[in-house]
T-cell receptor, first 115, second 111 residues
Framework: DTGVSQDPRHKITKRGQNVTFRCDPI?????LYWYRQTLGQGPEFLTY??????LEKSRLLSDRFSAERPKGSFSTLEIQRTEQGDSAMYLC???WGQGSLSEAFFGQGTRLTVV | DAKTTQPPSMDCAEGRAANLPCNHS???????VYWYRQIHSQGPQYIIH???NNETNEMASLIITEDRKSSTLILPHATLRDTAVYYCIVRGGLNDYKLSFGAGTTVTVRA
């Protein structure tokens, strides 16, 4: 399968623990995005990478959140000291383009439950 | 800060055409209309996009009004697998990499 891959698909963690999610974009896609989706809502933009550079972070991304994309390939999203409000689906997407519009392909998401 | 308005839900009979409306009265000249859908427990899936001309692909047709203030996504022969939340998104300008999802329209296709 050559689509966007996310791991794990589900994560249950205790409040206060750290969690890390991984996203493998479609090969050669230079743009990578993270979104968060809570129940009944549409996905909300969190952050965007072009190659290895993180070009935008939403105000939704508090200091407890950090995202990386070393070498412009896979990306990780880490949440430190998780809170119950962090429970959501975390979606990764990738696309190809530099300034031109191109469709984004989404992964299946990682569903996080903080108990 | 979604720029679109969609009905919250609609039903459609299997085998019939489903017409999904979207209002985007503040759309700018360089902004596109994109449609995505999200089947339960999956990531959003791209359907189609357009600027001002009508567009058609293997999944759907997109009809954009001449003033570009509204559009309609048409699923020509809805199947049960088309049951999903459909998002109409205006995209372009300086932040063209970003998708701003609203609440979408929950479409239920009934046998």
């Amino acid at each position: 399968d050559t689509g966007v891959s996310q791991d794990p698909r589900h994560k249950i963690t205790k409040r206060g623990q750290n969690v890390t999610f991984r996203c493998d974009p479609i090969s050669e896609h230079n743009r990578l995005y993270w979104y968060r989706q809570t129940l009944g809502q549409g996905p909300e933009f969190l952050t965007y990478f072009q190659n290895e550079a993180q070009l935008e972070k939403s105000r939704l991304l508090s200091d407890r959140f950090s995202a990386e994309r070393p070498k412009g390939s896979f990306s990780t999203l880490e949440i430190q000291r998780t809170e119950q409000g962090d429970s959501a689906m975390y979606l990764c997407a990738s696309s190809w383009g530099q300034g031109s519009l191109s469709e984004a392909f989404f992964g299946q998401g990682t569903r996080l439950t903080v108990v | 800060d979604a720029k679109t308005t969609q009905p919250p839900s609609m039903d459609c009979a299997e085998g019939r055409a489903a017409n999904l409306p979207c209002n985007h009265s503040t759309i700018s000249g360089n902004e596109y209309v994109y449609w995505y859908r999200q089947i339960h427990s999956q990531g959003p899936q791209y359907i189609i996009h357009g600027l001002k001309n009508n567009e058609t692909n293997e999944m759907a047709s997109l009809i954009i009004t001449e003033d570009r203030k509204s559009s309609t996504l048409i699923l020509p022969h809805a199947t049960l697998r088309d049951t999903a939340v459909y998002y109409c998104i205006v995209r372009g300008g300086l932040n063209d990499y970003k998708l701003s999802f609203g609440a979408g329209t929950t479409v239920t296709v009934r046998a």
